[in-house]
């Protein structure tokens, strides 16, 4: 426990996290140097080996740590992005890393500032938890299923009931403070519900997506010619896309996805024939020779969702939800994990300030929303509504914030300005807003009267894919 957190607060003797995946890792991380004691609580076996798990489905999709998640672990794990290096990772600026076809256009390669690291989910996980696990503090409760939290008369959660996968024993485990970092999977609502709270509001938008990945081997008539290609659809009409990125091992990943029931099938020539399909050929021209090292591996996604434990008249002290168990947007846009590091670190200022334990899990719960729920839900479940397919609620400012940023995802196709604010916004580096900055604002109204004026090939870069000096 570091002094810095706060060792005198009462009621920080020992703080349980349900879930261990990256969420959890980081929110025990935490926890660590502010409790005398954290355990962390999850149903899959926990050892430290670099393999995808049961309770993380999404583990053999591509996953990117995006520029505040860098930030945060090199924060919290010094050296770690030197370890994820060391084998084999890469880091990057995503400005001249990266290759982004967006809205049927190329967006400009420049430095952005903005660093990525490339590797996969599973070694990610890994190398966490293996420095998770070396905190003298921390300890991992594996193969064990938190049935409920436990409250008391005056409705404080003073602890957890857990289920031994292999017994079936349920034991009770006391804690100070409890949180809920179990993914989009979360039983929060139902617990809620049984203790007598009520369930939350859950604003949801459908969309069905589906993506299917395999590890493969680069050919070498395939000239990489970045670290990551992403080939966004172009709404409304085409909903397919697909990210090929360069992780350890020499080895690529590929996902390829689609919306509304549409996906791709689970064998090569249909892989081949479906990335035909995308707006830009790049990933053809890489499935064309290279060679597949794994099975593929499918995973649905139906909904955007997102809990409003926030609008919660009644709610039990001393816990609180972060990561996918508060709001799970669509994988493509590579947030959950960013979220999950922004939750953190916020926990982290809130602890270091030294307020009581109830006051911390109620401020996390109020202010995860303003904090980058609200941000994450605009800069991709907007983008997802534009397709008339997908069901939910439009709110007032849809039409204008759609258009908006249309407008500078096309400017970003030539203005390094645009460039560099848009990412960063999809990225959560920066907050939506920083796109209404005059200057760039100004810009995007200028695009949007040559809109009428210019034809799109005369506006944009909708041919070739950049290149980097």
């Known amino acids: 426990m570091n002094a810095a957190a706060g060792t005198a607060v009462r009621g920080r003797a020992h703080a349980i996290v349900i879930g261990g995946s990256i969420a959890g890792l980081l929110a025990a991380r935490v926890l660590s140097e502010a409790f005398e004691r954290v355990t962390i609580v999850d149903r899959d076996e926990l050892d430290d080996a670099p393999t995808p798990r049961k309770g993380v489905p999404q583990s053999p999709q591509v996953h990117a740590i995006l520029t505040r998640s ?9 050296g ?10 890469s880091i990057y600026d995503s400005g001249t890393g990266m290759a982004a076809h967006l809205n049927g256009c190329w967006m ?8 990525y690291i490339d590797c996969t989910r599973p070694l990610y996980e890994a190398k966490l938890r293996s420095r998770t696990r070396r905190l003298p503090n921390v300890a991992f409760v594996p193969r064990a299923t938190v049935r409920t939290p436990v409250c008391d008369e005056a409705g404080t959660v003073v602890g957890v009931e857990a289920e031994d996968a292999a017994t079936g024993a349920i034991s009770r485990l006391e804690a100070d403070l409890v949180v809920d970092a179990s993914g989009r999977a979360t039983h929060a609502p139902r617990w809620l519900a049984a203790l007598g709270y009520g369930a939350p ?18 050919a070498p008539s395939f000239q990489a010619r970045a670290n990551m290609y992403v080939i966004y659809p172009n709404p409304p009409t085409s909903w397919r896309g697909a990210i090929l990125q360069r992780v350890e091992a020499g080895q690529w990943k590929l996902s390829q996805w689609g919306m509304f029931g549409d996906s791709p099938a689970l064998d090569d020539a249909s892989f ?37 434990y926030d609008r919660m008249q ?45 006051q911390v899990a109620e401020r996390m719960r109020q202010g995860i929303p303003a904090l980058v729920e609200r941000q994450a839900w605009m800069t991709t479940v907007y983008g997802d509504l534009v397709f008339p397919q997908a069901a939910g609620r439009r709110p007032a400012d849809f039409r204008f914030v759609t258009w908006y940023t249309r407008c500078i995802g096309e400017l970003a196709s030539t203005d390094l300005a645009a460039r560099r604010a848009y990412q960063a916004a999809l990225t959560l580096r920066d907050g939506p807003y920083a796109l209404f900055r005059p200057r760039l604002f100004a810009k995007a109204l200028a695009y949007a009267a040559r809109r009428r004026f210019v034809p799109f090939e005369r506006r944009v870069n909708a041919g070739s894919m950049p290149t980097v000096d």
């Open 314 to 358: 009644r709610f039990p002290a001393n816990f609180f939800c972060v990561g996918d168990a508060v709001s799970s947007v669509n994988p493509i846009y590579g947030q959950g994990m960013t979220k999950a590091a922004i939750h953190a670190m916020h926990l982290r200022t809130l602890l270091r300030e030294g307020l009581p334990t109830p």
């Open 70 to 78: 860098y930030e945060a672990i090199t924060e919290l794990f010094p």
């Open 80 to 89: 770690l992005a030197e370890e994820l290096l060391a084998q084999g990772a």
């Open 272 to 308: 081949l024939v479906f990335s035909q399909t995308l707006t830009s050929p790049e990933i053809t021209d890489f499935l064309r020779e290279s060679e597949r090292l794994s099975e593929f591996k499918r995973m649905g996604v139906p909904t955007n969702r997102w809990h409003r």
């Open 201 to 218: 509001e859950t604003e949801e938008v459908r969309v069905d997506l589906a993506y299917v990945g395999a590890m493969y081997r680069r």
């Open 108 to 115: 400009l390669r420049d430095r952005c500032d903005l660093t």
